[in-house]
C-alpha cells in the first residue's frame, strides 16, 4: 500500500506520517529530510545554489538513505549521519531554495519511488500529485497559517534551539507557502482524488483517527 500525504509547512504531515507508518507497518519516507540532504551537500560543497546544473549534478552524484523505523529516522548522506544538522536554520533556507530547481526534484523523485514500491507512507509537496499519482490513498493536510506557524515555532525550539521569534518563522512560512505553490516544477497543490483534511482546532490524534478511518474504508472497498 501507498499512502501519500501533502501539505504546507507545519500542517503535521511529519508527526501524521509516522504515526500512520507505525500503526500500518510500513515504510516512512520523509521526502523534505532527502531535499533536506541535498542542501546539507550544496553547502558543505560551497555549490552556489543559482547553479542549477552545479546543484543538479551534485544531486545526482550523492548517495541519501533514511534509515530505521518510523519514530527514529536516520537521514544519511553518503553513508554519514546527519539527522541533527539538516535541522538548522541554515539547511532550511537552503532547503527551500534548492527544492525549486527542476533537476533536483527529478532526481529526488526517482529515489522516492525507488524506496516507495515495497509500500510506504510518504509525505512532501508532490507526492500524490507527481511522485505517486496512482497511490492507494491521497491526504492533503492543511491548517490556518497564524496555527502552522505557532506548530512550526515550538517544533523549532525543541529540536534545535532556534533563535527565530515567532513573527519571523510565521514571516517564513508565508513566503515558503508563496514559493511551493507558484514554482514551475511540481507546485504544492491538491490532488483531484485527494481526502483533505483541515486540522485548525484539531489535535492530532483526532486528525490521526480521521486518516485510520480513511485507510479502514479503502482497505474493506479493495
Request: no cysteine.
Given at each position: 500500500?501507498?499512502?501519500?500525504?501533502?501539505?504546507?509547512?507545519?500542517?503535521?504531515k511529519?508527526?501524521?506520517?509516522?504515526?500512520?507508518a507505525?500503526?500500518?507497518n510500513?515504510?516512512?519516507?520523509?521526502t523534505g529530510?532527502?531535499?533536506?540532504?541535498?542542501?546539507?551537500?550544496v553547502?558543505e560543497?560551497?555549490v552556489?545554489?543559482?547553479?542549477?546544473e552545479a546543484?543538479t549534478?551534485l544531486?545526482?552524484r550523492?548517495?541519501?538513505d533514511?534509515?530505521?523505523d518510523p519514530?527514529?529516522l536516520?537521514?544519511?548522506?553518503?553513508?554519514?549521519?546527519?539527522?541533527?544538522?539538516?535541522r538548522t536554520e541554515?539547511v532550511?533556507?537552503?532547503?527551500?531554495?534548492i527544492?525549486?530547481?527542476?533537476g533536483?526534484?527529478?532526481a529526488?523523485?526517482?529515489?522516492?519511488?525507488a524506496?516507495?514500491?515495497?509500500?510506504?507512507?510518504?509525505n512532501?509537496?508532490?507526492?500524490g500529485?507527481v511522485?505517486f499519482p496512482?497511490?492507494?490513498?491521497?491526504?492533503?493536510?492543511t491548517?490556518e497559517?497564524?496555527?502552522?506557524?505557532?506548530?512550526r515555532y515550538?517544533?523549532?525550539?525543541?529540536a534545535?534551539?532556534?533563535?527565530?521569534?515567532?513573527a519571523?518563522?510565521f514571516?517564513?512560512?508565508i513566503?515558503?507557502?508563496?514559493?511551493?505553490?507558484t514554482?514551475a516544477?511540481?507546485?504544492l497543490?491538491v490532488a483531484d482524488?485527494?481526502?483533505?483534511?483541515?486540522?485548525?482546532?484539531?489535535?492530532?490524534?483526532q486528525?490521526?483517527?480521521?486518516m485510520?478511518?480513511r485507510?479502514?474504508?479503502?482497505?474493506?472497498?479493495?
Amino acid at each position: 500500500m501507498i499512502i501519500a500525504i501533502d501539505g504546507p509547512s507545519g500542517s503535521g504531515k511529519s508527526t501524521l506520517g509516522r504515526m500512520l507508518a507505525r500503526a500500518l507497518n510500513l515504510l516512512y519516507i520523509d521526502t523534505g529530510s532527502m531535499y533536506r540532504a541535498v542542501a546539507l551537500a550544496v553547502i558543505e560543497a560551497d555549490v552556489d545554489p543559482s547553479a542549477t546544473e552545479a546543484v543538479t549534478a551534485l544531486a545526482n552524484r550523492i548517495d541519501i538513505d533514511l534509515e530505521g523505523d518510523p519514530d527514529s529516522l536516520s537521514v544519511l548522506l553518503d553513508r554519514r549521519d546527519i539527522t541533527e544538522q539538516i535541522r538548522t536554520e541554515t539547511v532550511t533556507a537552503m532547503s527551500s531554495i534548492i527544492s525549486s530547481i527542476p533537476g533536483v526534484r527529478r532526481a529526488m523523485v526517482e529515489r522516492q519511488r525507488a524506496m516507495g514500491e515495497r509500500g510506504a507512507v510518504l509525505n512532501g509537496r508532490d507526492i500524490g500529485t507527481v511522485v505517486f499519482p496512482d497511490a492507494d490513498i491521497k491526504f492533503f493536510l492543511t491548517a490556518e497559517p497564524r496555527e502552522r506557524a505557532e506548530r512550526r515555532y515550538k517544533e523549532d525550539q525543541m529540536a534545535s534551539g532556534s533563535s527565530a521569534s515567532l513573527a519571523e518563522t510565521f514571516a517564513d512560512m508565508i513566503e515558503r507557502d508563496k514559493r511551493d505553490s507558484t514554482r514551475a516544477d511540481s507546485p504544492l497543490k491538491v490532488a483531484d482524488d485527494a481526502i483533505v483534511i483541515d486540522s485548525t482546532g484539531k489535535t492530532i490524534e483526532q486528525v490521526f483517527e480521521l486518516m485510520m478511518e480513511r485507510v479502514s474504508n479503502v482497505h474493506r472497498n479493495h
